[in-house]
C-alpha cells in the first residue's frame, strides 16, 4: 500500500483493450496499445526465452513478439484466425519501445469505471501479482487488468529490445 506507484481503483478507471488467452478475459490499458494486427509471419530466434516467439517486419520496423500464453505458464496452442499481435508501448532503458504480444482474439474495448475495480488478490509473498493493476467486473465477468509494464521484468524488456 505504501508504494507510490500503486494506483487506486478511481486512477485506473479508462478505456482498456480487452483480449482472451485461454479462457480468460485480459484489459490493457488502451494508452499503452499502438495498433491491433492480425497473425503474420514471425522470425524465430535462436537463444531467446522461450516466451520470445521471434520478430516480425511491421511496415520496416523489426518488433519482437512475446508468447503471452507461454510468459503465463499456460498451455500452448496452435495459431488460429483469431490469433492476434497487440502492439505495445514500453518502456525500456534506452526509452519506449514497441513490443508486439501475442493474444488468442482481442475482444473490445471497454471503458471500465473505478466502482468496478477491486485491488488485485493476496497470495502472500510467494506469488508475484505486481503485473496485475485490478481486476475489472464488467458484463458479467472479471477481466483482469495488465500492468504491460510489468508483465516483464525490466531486465526481459531490456533483453527484448536489443533483439530489435
Same mark, same amino acid.
Given at each position: 500500500m505504501g508504494d507510490a506507484n500503486e494506483k487506486t481503483a478511481a486512477?485506473? $478507471?479508462?478505456? =482498456?483493450?480487452?483480449?482472451?488467452?485461454?479462457? *480468460? *478475459? =485480459?484489459?490493457?490499458? @488502451?494508452?499503452?496499445?499502438?495498433?491491433?494486427?492480425?497473425?503474420?509471419?514471425?522470425?524465430?530466434?535462436?537463444?531467446t526465452p522461450?516466451?520470445?516467439?521471434?520478430v @516480425?517486419?511491421?511496415?520496416?520496423?523489426?518488433i519482437p513478439v512475446i508468447d503471452l500464453r507461454t510468459k503465463f505458464g499456460l498451455n500452448t496452442t $496452435?495459431? /488460429? $484466425? *483469431? /490469433?492476434? @499481435?497487440?502492439?505495445?508501448?514500453? /518502456? $525500456?532503458s534506452i526509452g519506449v519501445v514497441q513490443i508486439g504480444i501475442l493474444v488468442d482474439t482481442v475482444s473490445e474495448v471497454l471503458d471500465i469505471l473505478g466502482k468496478d475495480i477491486e485491488d488485485p488478490p493476496k497470495f502472500g509473498t510467494s506469488v508475484d501479482t505486481a503485473f496485475i493493476l485490478g481486476m475489472a467486473k464488467t458484463k458479467g465477468a472479471v477481466k483482469i487488468l495488465l500492468n504491460i509494464e510489468r508483465v516483464l521484468s525490466s531486465e526481459e524488456i531490456d533483453s527484448v529490445a536489443k533483439v530489435a
Open positions: 486512477d485506473l $478507471a479508462g478505456k =482498456y483493450l480487452t483480449f482472451k488467452l485461454a479462457d *480468460e *478475459e =485480459y484489459g490493457l490499458e @488502451i494508452l499503452k496499445v499502438r495498433e491491433i494486427i492480425g497473425m503474420m509471419a514471425i522470425t524465430g530466434l535462436p537463444r522461450s516466451f520470445v516467439r521471434g @516480425i517486419n511491421l511496415r520496416g520496423k523489426v $496452435a495459431d /488460429t $484466425a *483469431e /490469433t492476434c @499481435i497487440i502492439v505495445v508501448d514500453v /518502456t $525500456a
